[in-house]
């Protein structure tokens, strides 16, 4: 790199730009000074200060959307660039971050583990997903993935007396590695092709999305772009748990703690998609010829296999992964509706929509889920929801709602979120598609219905039954959870009736 | 600024709101709930009525429409949704009929046995609130949210104070309903989609309305569209055979919920056809026809035999409530102002009949504990004034007349006369059907000997006659179908009205003449040309 190309380096170096992620990171190194320092008797405002911070930081965000510190355009040399809907994705994070710290304080409440280190790497993990989400040069989206990535292998596995967690640990590793290998190696593929000379439009910077994506235009058909972005976007399929990489979602969501299943659930998911959107604007922009059908393809398999395998299971954490990868589904046709100019308007709104409608209703369900579990975490089956309206009407309540915005039920912000994607798609002339998502939310009132069944309905109960009524209730909802859990619903049917001000920035 | 508009959003957000006190108002005490759901079921009613009667003299339309207003919830930019309200001829009975029978539910649900009833009127409170904001959208969006918003409180009220199978009924339920709801959803988008998406004209009738009669639609998209619709619909509707949800769920569903939903939230779907579907895709209409008069046919006359072999009480309600959905689509098949119009007559009369035979359903069984009609008998000389009006209420529901369901059925009969001629014999064989089943009820449950079963199951326990608390349901919904089945003025003039300046309405029945081959082949495009400028000339108002 030539002089001029130093001097580019430094003028672009704004780190005023990247505050958010700054501030995450420091909120981490103080969690973890607070826990050097603190006396053992004072450590409980740890997990206070890391869910007030963030949540102090998305007030900021949220409230000073307009005032973003630097300027658009490529930043650090290429590596980072905002694309339009930066301030939603930060949001996102770091309201998810502050959630799943507020699920931890309750499930490490009943384990025996260091407390400090997960929100630890908790924050950690959401500052390198925001980093990850603006990254615009694959050298910058592989170290920030596999920073998210390392950070979840200790997550998942956190629970170390646990075989489950540690299995669900194993699998996480063995299954992260591999998709990381394949998404390495479409990276290379795309380098080798983009910086080869004998091609017309070789770029002396091939990792940078605006470059790779210039050359690409000019060699769609190329076999070597082909394989190596077909391998990309499996290795980002792997994240969003679509099918045929859904294989470790299963076990690794009912091995993980609850918060962390949450994270990998919501953020770990979202972040999968919104690398996609940049990817499908960006540098795959030409290659719709490729991404069109495959990522069709993965989106009908996703969501029949989702919903089909999901209507099974017993045990909550499997119902919710499965159903999971059926959102993951629905995702994708709005992604796929981005790749036709019809679409391409309204199909972001839609993807930021329902996740968002997502990350309400699924923190709710999993602050009931967290609630209701004793301290074997993994073993949450749907026979302990039964009774949980008379028992617990508040938190049955939280239940319906977060689970009827997840079927798409109005006038749930889960309704909104599929209404906008099935427009999407009608606007792109996705027919199939539109089929595909009908028969499966078709297929997941069942399930979801299923599990409100079992906390609402009586079941007529059989000679023999009563032995079996021996599930430890839950203990009383503590008025801070109240407060949060309510805050979720109040969100979901709001987000459901109202979206002015959410379109359009 | 206290405008009509306004009105018509308090009929939604007063049940709402009352919904909303009752499932905190744990503390309410039986007596504070009650209070409260009169509020909430109560002031809809009045409002309903007001506007019904004022409607005649409005003169300040929009396309039809009295009382319209809107406001932007936020989706008008980009999807073009707007919560716009208003009433025309087709929706004001139906309007008036959620506020009746919701007022006559909520009544009968105030003084019921169920078991925490704050929450049990909270939800019925929440249905009503979707019934009364149905059928008064103009916006096909909300048209479709409220029907949502109706229809959960339903689910879950089978699920928790329904009869014996309500965990299966249930379910079946909302499984096949949101089939039906997801497939009409499509449908309405699609109908969106047709004005190029856009979002200045969006989900609105009216809007859609101006559009398609200025630009028309091809004829694949129409026939792709109402079939998506009509299927859709017909889910929700019970029509033929998608309607093995209905008895079942009636069945199992408690007493109020059963009213508003066979009675009214059922409409939703004929309404949907006749205000939406048939008006804005004549020739998908017209390509559907024969399907709609068979499959109509079929709710008649294999549901009319299926009926007659019923023992159980309410099962029996159940399927003569889809059975009658039968006579609708008959009517919306002929697609002429009287044909329409004998439609939602009898969808008001269906309405406020079906409702009051669960009320009186209920009586019954309150009073011998079951609903198998061939173990009852004798029940009238205890109970005379419940036995005169069961039996009015059969005569109603077979459709004799001084009841409001004659009129629709006999303006059905004369529509059909003229253009499906055949179709009348086997329709009116179905008024025969109704004569066996509702008549024999009566004479089994109320005449004859008492069964030794039922003398046995009574042993010392005497029977009183109908309380205040289901007589005052029952004389409002009876009352009801007599002053229409007197007056029928009342109601039709309004759906006259509106009907009249439909193009389709007007002018379809002479193009059903036209053979099927030709309507469904390439010539349809043309045939909708000429329609349009015909119509243009002749009613200064294009197709």
């Given at each position: 790199?030539?002089?001029?190309?130093?001097?580019?380096?430094?003028?672009?170096?704004?780190?005023?730009?990247?505050?958010?992620?700054?501030?995450?990171?420091?909120?981490?190194?103080?969690?973890?000074?607070?826990?050097?320092?603190?006396?053992?008797?004072?450590?409980?405002?740890?997990?206070?200060?890391?869910?007030?911070?963030?949540?102090?930081?998305?007030?900021?965000?949220?409230?000073?959307?307009?005032?973003?510190?630097?300027?658009?355009?490529?930043?650090?040399?290429?590596?980072?660039?905002?694309?339009?809907?930066?301030?939603?994705?930060?949001?996102?994070?770091?309201?998810?971050s502050?959630l799943?710290?507020?699920?931890?304080?309750?499930?490490?409440?009943?384990?025996?583990?260091?407390?400090?280190?997960?929100?630890?790497?908790?924050?950690?993990?959401?500052?390198?997903?925001?980093?990850?989400?603006?990254?615009?040069?694959?050298?910058?989206?592989?170290?920030?993935?596999?920073?998210?990535?390392?950070?979840?292998?200790?997550?998942?596995?956190?629970?170390?007396?646990?075989?489950?967690?540690?299995?669900?640990?194993?699998?996480?590793?063995?299954?992260?590695?591999?998709?990381?290998?394949?998404?390495?190696?479409?990276?290379?593929?795309?380098?080798?092709?983009?910086?080869?000379?004998?091609?017309?439009?070789?770029?002396?910077?091939?990792?940078?999305?605006?470059?790779?994506?210039?050359?690409?235009?000019?060699?769609?058909?190329?076999?070597?772009?082909?394989?190596?972005a077909?391998?990309?976007i499996?290795?980002?399929?792997?994240?969003?748990?679509?099918v045929?990489?859904?294989?470790?979602?299963?076990?690794?969501?009912?091995?993980?703690?609850?918060?962390?299943?949450?994270?990998?659930?919501?953020?770990?998911?979202?972040?999968?998609?919104?690398?996609?959107?940049?990817?499908?604007?960006?540098?795959?922009?030409?290659?719709?010829?490729?991404?069109?059908?495959l990522?069709?393809?993965i989106?009908?398999?996703?969501?029949?296999?989702?919903?089909?395998?999901?209507?099974?299971?017993?045990?909550?954490?499997?119902?919710?992964?499965?159903?999971?990868?059926?959102?993951?589904?629905?995702?994708?046709?709005?992604?796929?509706?981005?790749?036709?100019?019809?679409?391409?308007?309204?199909?972001?709104?839609?993807?930021?929509?329902?996740?968002?409608?997502?990350?309400?209703?699924?923190?709710?369900?999993?602050?009931?889920?967290?609630?209701?579990?004793?301290?074997?975490?993994?073993?949450?089956?749907?026979?302990?929801?039964?009774?949980?309206?008379?028992?617990?009407?508040?938190?049955?309540?939280?239940?319906?709602?977060?689970?009827?915005?997840?079927?798409?039920?109005?006038?749930l912000?889960?309704?909104?979120?599929?209404?906008?994607?099935?427009?999407?798609?009608?606007?792109?002339?996705?027919?199939?598609?539109?089929?595909?998502?009908?028969?499966?939310?078709?297929?997941?009132?069942?399930?979801?219905?299923?599990w409100?069944?079992?906390?609402?309905?009586?079941?007529?109960?059989?000679?023999?039954?009563?032995?079996?009524?021996?599930?430890?209730?839950?203990?009383?909802?503590?008025?801070?959870?109240?407060?949060?859990?309510?805050?979720?619903?109040?969100?979901?049917?709001?987000?459901?009736?109202?979206?002015?001000?959410i379109?359009?920035? | 600024?206290?405008?009509?508009?306004?009105?018509?959003?308090?009929?939604?957000?007063?049940?709402?709101?009352?919904?909303?006190?009752?499932?905190?108002?744990?503390s309410?005490?039986?007596?504070?709930?009650?209070?409260?759901?009169?509020?909430?079921?109560?002031?809809?009613a009045?409002?309903?009525?007001?506007?019904?009667?004022?409607?005649?003299?409005?003169?300040d339309?929009?396309?039809?429409?009295?009382?319209?207003?809107?406001?932007?919830?936020?989706?008008?930019?980009?999807?073009?949704?707007?919560?716009?309200?208003?009433?025309?001829?087709?929706?004001?009975?139906?309007?008036?009929?959620?506020?009746?029978?919701?007022?006559?539910?909520?009544?009968?649900?105030?003084?019921?046995?169920?078991?925490?009833?704050?929450?049990?009127?909270?939800?019925?409170?929440?249905?009503?609130?979707?019934?009364?904001?149905?059928?008064?959208?103009?916006?096909?969006?909300?048209?479709?949210?409220?029907?949502?918003?109706?229809?959960?409180?339903?689910?879950?009220?089978?699920?928790?104070?329904g009869?014996?199978?309500?965990?299966?009924?249930?379910?079946?339920m909302?499984?096949?309903?949101?089939?039906?709801?997801m497939?009409?959803?499509?449908?309405?988008?699609?109908?969106?989609?047709?004005?190029?998406?856009?979002?200045?004209?969006?989900?609105?009738?009216?809007?859609?309305?101006?559009?398609?009669?200025?630009?028309?639609?091809?004829?694949?998209?129409?026939?792709?569209?109402?079939?998506?619709?009509?299927?859709?619909?017909?889910?929700?509707?019970?029509?033929?055979?998608?309607?093995?949800?209905?008895?079942?769920?009636?069945?199992?569903?408690?007493?109020?919920n059963?009213?508003?939903?066979?009675?009214?939230?059922?409409?939703?779907?004929?309404?949907?056809?006749?205000?939406?579907?048939?008006?804005?895709?004549?020739?998908?209409?017209?390509?559907?026809?024969?399907?709609?008069?068979?499959?109509?046919?079929?709710?008649?006359?294999?549901?009319?035999?299926?009926?007659?072999?019923?023992?159980?009480?309410?099962?029996?309600?159940?399927?003569?409530?889809?059975?009658?959905?039968?006579?609708?689509?008959?009517?919306?098949?002929?697609?002429?102002?009287?044909?329409?119009g004998?439609?939602?007559m009898?969808?008001?009369?269906?309405?406020?009949?079906?409702?009051?035979?669960?009320?009186?359903?209920?009586?019954?069984?309150?009073?011998?504990?079951?609903?198998?009609?061939?173990?009852?008998?004798?029940?009238?000389?205890?109970?005379?004034?419940?036995?005169?009006?069961?039996?009015?209420?059969?005569?109603?529901?077979?459709?004799?007349?001084?009841?409001?369901?004659?009129?629709?059925?006999?303006?059905?009969?004369?529509?059909?006369?003229?253009?499906?001629?055949?179709?009348?014999a086997?329709?009116?064989?179905?008024?025969?059907?109704?004569?066996?089943?509702?008549?024999?009820?009566?004479?089994?449950?109320?005449?004859?000997?008492?069964?030794?079963?039922?003398?046995?199951?009574?042993?010392?326990?005497?029977?009183?006659?109908?309380?205040?608390?289901?007589?005052?349901?029952?004389?409002?919904?009876?009352?009801?179908?007599?002053?229409?089945?007197?007056?029928?003025?009342?109601?039709?003039?309004?759906?006259?009205?509106?009907?009249?300046?439909?193009?389709?309405?007007?002018?379809?029945?002479?193009?059903?003449?036209?053979?099927?081959?030709?309507?469904?082949?390439?010539?349809?495009?043309?045939?909708?040309?000429?329609?349009?400028?015909?119509?243009?000339?002749?009613?200064g108002?294009?197709?």
């Amino acid at each position: 790199m030539n002089y001029n190309g130093f001097q580019e380096l430094a003028s672009t170096n704004q780190w005023g730009a990247i505050w958010p992620e700054l501030v995450m990171a420091g909120i981490a190194i103080l969690v973890l000074c607070l826990d050097l320092f603190l006396p053992s008797t004072r450590k409980r405002i740890i997990p206070t200060f890391a869910i007030a911070s963030q949540l102090g930081l998305l007030g900021v965000l949220v409230l000073g959307c307009g005032c973003e510190v630097g300027t658009s355009g490529p930043l650090f040399g290429g590596m980072i660039e905002s694309g339009p809907y930066l301030g939603y994705m930060r949001a996102f994070f770091v309201l998810s971050s502050a959630l799943v710290c507020y699920l931890a304080i309750s499930y490490l409440s009943r384990q025996n583990l260091p407390r400090s280190e997960f929100f630890l790497v908790t924050i950690l993990v959401s500052a390198s997903m925001m980093l990850l989400v603006q990254s615009s040069n694959f050298v910058m989206l592989f170290v920030a993935l596999e920073t998210v990535t390392i950070g979840f292998y200790v997550l998942v596995s956190y629970c170390r007396y646990s075989a489950f967690s540690l299995e669900a640990g194993l699998k996480y590793l063995i299954l992260g590695a591999l998709s990381s290998a394949i998404l390495l190696f479409g990276i290379v593929l795309l380098y080798g092709a983009a910086s080869n000379p004998a091609l017309k439009g070789a770029t002396s910077d091939a990792m940078n999305f605006t470059e790779l994506g210039k050359f690409i235009a000019q060699n769609a058909h190329e076999p070597l772009v082909l394989i190596g972005a077909t391998l990309v976007i499996c290795g980002i399929c792997f994240k969003i748990g679509a099918v045929p990489f859904q294989i470790w979602v299963p076990d690794v969501y009912q091995g993980a703690p609850t918060p962390v299943t949450a994270f990998l659930a919501i953020s770990s998911k979202a972040a999968g998609f919104f690398v996609l959107m940049n990817l499908i604007i960006g540098p795959f922009a030409h290659l719709t010829a490729l991404t069109q059908p495959l990522l069709s393809a993965i989106a009908i398999i996703t969501i029949l296999f989702g919903n089909l395998t999901a209507i099974g299971q017993r045990n909550v954490k499997r119902v919710i992964g499965l159903s999971g990868i059926a959102h993951a589904g629905y995702l994708l046709i709005a992604i796929v509706a981005m790749t036709n100019p019809q679409g391409a308007s309204l199909a972001p709104w839609a993807i930021i929509f329902y996740l968002f409608a997502y990350l309400f209703a699924s923190f709710a369900i999993f602050g009931v889920m967290v609630h209701l579990a004793g301290a074997a975490d993994e073993f949450q089956e749907l026979e302990h929801y039964q009774k949980l309206a008379e028992r617990q009407p508040f938190l049955a309540g939280v239940l319906a709602i977060g689970l009827g915005s997840l079927a798409g039920i109005p006038p749930l912000a889960g309704f909104i979120g599929k209404l906008l994607i099935f427009i999407a798609a009608f606007q792109a002339g996705l027919y199939v598609l539109l089929g595909a998502a009908i028969i499966g939310v078709v297929i997941s009132i069942y399930y979801y219905f299923g599990w409100i069944r079992e906390a609402f309905f009586v079941k007529p109960t059989l000679p023999g039954d009563e032995a079996k009524q021996a599930y430890p209730m839950p203990g009383a909802v503590g008025i801070f959870h109240k407060v949060m859990l309510s805050l979720l619903v109040i969100l979901t049917v709001v987000l459901g009736l109202f979206q002015r001000g959410i379109f359009g920035g | 600024m206290f405008t009509d508009f306004n009105l018509l959003l308090l009929s939604i957000f007063i049940p709402l709101s009352a919904a909303v006190v009752l499932f905190f108002g744990k503390s309410l005490g039986k007596s504070g709930v009650r209070l409260i759901s009169a509020i909430g079921f109560m002031l809809p009613a009045v409002i309903s009525v007001y506007l019904w009667m004022k409607f005649d003299s409005q003169t300040d339309l929009l396309n039809g429409f009295a009382y319209v207003g809107g406001c932007d919830l936020g989706l008008r930019e980009s999807v073009g949704i707007t919560l716009l309200l208003g009433l025309n001829g087709i929706s004001m009975p139906l309007y008036l009929l959620a506020g009746i029978v919701g007022l006559a539910a909520g009544i009968h649900a105030m003084y019921s046995q169920a078991e925490r009833l704050h929450v049990y009127m909270g939800l019925l409170l929440v249905m009503q609130s979707g019934l009364m904001g149905v059928f008064c959208s103009i916006d096909i969006f909300f048209f479709y949210f409220f029907h949502e918003l109706a229809l959960i409180p339903t689910f879950i009220m089978i699920g928790i104070w329904g009869g014996e199978g309500r965990r299966a009924a249930a379910m079946e339920m909302t499984v096949y309903l949101t089939l039906g709801a997801m497939l009409s959803l499509l449908g309405l988008i699609a109908l969106y989609g047709q004005t190029g998406w856009d979002a200045a004209t969006g989900f609105s009738l009216i809007g859609l309305q101006e559009y398609l009669s200025a630009n028309g639609i091809s004829a694949i998209a129409q026939n792709n569209i109402f079939a998506l619709l009509l299927f859709g619909f017909g889910i929700l509707v019970s029509l033929f055979p998608f309607h093995s949800w209905a008895p079942r769920g009636y069945a199992n569903a408690p007493t109020a919920n059963a009213m508003l939903h066979a009675g009214v939230l059922k409409k939703f779907g004929l309404y949907g056809l006749v205000q939406i579907a048939v008006p804005l895709l004549p020739f998908g209409a017209l390509a559907w026809n024969d399907w709609i008069v068979w499959l109509a046919l079929g709710n008649i006359v294999v549901i009319g035999f299926v009926t007659i072999a019923q023992r159980d009480l309410k099962l029996m309600i159940g399927y003569s409530s889809v059975m009658h959905m039968g006579y609708i689509f008959l009517g919306i098949a002929t697609m002429s102002i009287v044909g329409i119009g004998g439609a939602v007559m009898l969808m008001f009369a269906h309405g406020v009949s079906v409702a009051l035979m669960f009320v009186l359903a209920t009586a019954v069984y309150n009073r011998t504990g079951t609903y198998d009609m061939k173990a009852i008998g004798g029940l009238g000389p205890k109970a005379p004034v419940l036995a005169g009006l069961f039996v009015a209420a059969s005569m109603a529901s077979i459709g004799l007349p001084g009841f409001a369901n004659f009129w629709g059925e006999f303006t059905v009969f004369i529509a059909l006369w003229e253009n499906h001629a055949w179709a009348v014999a086997p329709a009116v064989f179905g008024v025969v059907i109704s004569a066996i089943y509702g008549l024999r009820a009566a004479a089994n449950i109320f005449f004859g000997p008492q069964t030794k079963s039922f003398t046995e199951s009574l042993g010392d326990r005497e029977i009183g006659d109908i309380t205040p608390a289901e007589r005052a349901p029952a004389t409002i919904l009876l009352v009801t179908l007599a002053f229409i089945g007197l007056w029928p003025m009342g109601i039709s003039n309004s759906i006259e009205k509106t009907v009249e300046t439909e193009p389709v309405y007007v002018h379809m029945p002479s193009k059903l003449k036209v053979s099927k081959a030709e309507a469904t082949s390439e010539t349809t495009l043309q045939l909708a040309e000429a329609d349009a400028t015909e119509t243009a000339q002749e009613g200064g108002k294009s197709l």
